[in-house]
């Protein structure tokens, strides 16, 4: 497995603001993904963030809205642009491909309210 | 596209019972399928996996089935324990793209 860490873990934000997520791994990963986890809801997958080009979106998801870096391997950020109330959920970052699996291990999250 | 339905939403047993946690996928070209448990405030927690050439996997108190011609696949946990509350998630994932589509989550109560 591998240790992920996400900043912020929680956060209150005013509509209209944006919030940048960050995730970092403590090793090198082939993949990192974005997911999306409304309150009592099942994940949903936002991105995939790859390293050196432009991430790939899910159907319903654009760039303009989630903007996504993932300058090397161990390290992805996740913006929330100009936030509304629908917003306010959990954002967990997860990577596969260590040790060429596919199993996929998750952060502890980032709790987002937006007002 | 694939889509995993998972059931009970919720599921309540006794302390020492044993629970049973079903889903079920629709693209047969999926081939692996993990299971995670999620408490509250934390991330999902991978606690057990099986691919497509394997029916059953065991680890302790915690197992999977798979059943490839009918297309659904269970967790199954043995003597549970108040520790096991938390709500669980299934997967289905295919080929080698990492991408997971998710089961809608079974919160399970283990009652002391």
């Known amino acids: 497995s591998a240790v992920i860490s996400q900043k912020p873990s929680r956060d209150i934000c005013q509509r209209g603001t944006s919030l940048t997520i960050q995730c970092q791994v403590d090793?090198?990963?082939?993949?990192m993904f974005w997911y999306r986890q409304q309150p009592g809801q099942s994940l949903t997958l936002i991105a995939t963030?790859?390293?050196?080009?432009?991430?790939?979106?899910e159907s319903g998801f654009v760039i303009d809205k989630f903007p996504i870096s993932r300058p090397n391997l161990t390290f992805s950020t996740l913006t929330v642009s100009n936030m509304s109330p629908e917003d306010s959920s959990i954002y967990l970052c997860?990577?596969?491909?260590?040790?060429?699996?596919?199993?996929?291990?998750f952060g502890p999250g980032t709790r987002l309210t937006v007002l | 596209g694939e889509n995993v339905e998972q059931h009970p939403s919720t599921l309540s047993v006794q302390e020492g019972d044993s629970a049973v946690i079903k889903c079920t996928y629709s693209?047969?070209?999926?081939?692996?399928f993990p299971w995670y448990k999620q408490e509250l405030g934390k991330g999902p927690q991978l606690i057990i996996d099986?691919?497509?050439?394997?029916g059953e996997k065991k680890d302790q108190r915690i197992a999977v089935t798979l059943n490839k011609t009918a297309k659904h696949f269970s967790l199954h946990i043995t003597e549970t324990q108040p520790e096991d509350s938390a709500v669980y998630f299934c997967?289905?994932?295919?080929?080698?793209?990492?991408?997971?589509?998710f089961g809608t989550g079974t919160r399970l109560k283990v009652l002391a």
């Open positions: 693209d047969s070209a999926s081939n692996y």
């Open positions: 090793s090198q990963v082939t993949m």
């Open positions: 963030a790859n390293q050196g080009s432009e991430a790939t979106y």
């Open positions: 997860s990577v596969a491909g260590l040790a060429g699996y596919n199993e996929q291990f």
């Open positions: 099986i691919r497509s050439n394997v």
């Open positions: 997967a289905a994932s295919w080929g080698g793209t990492y991408k997971y589509i």
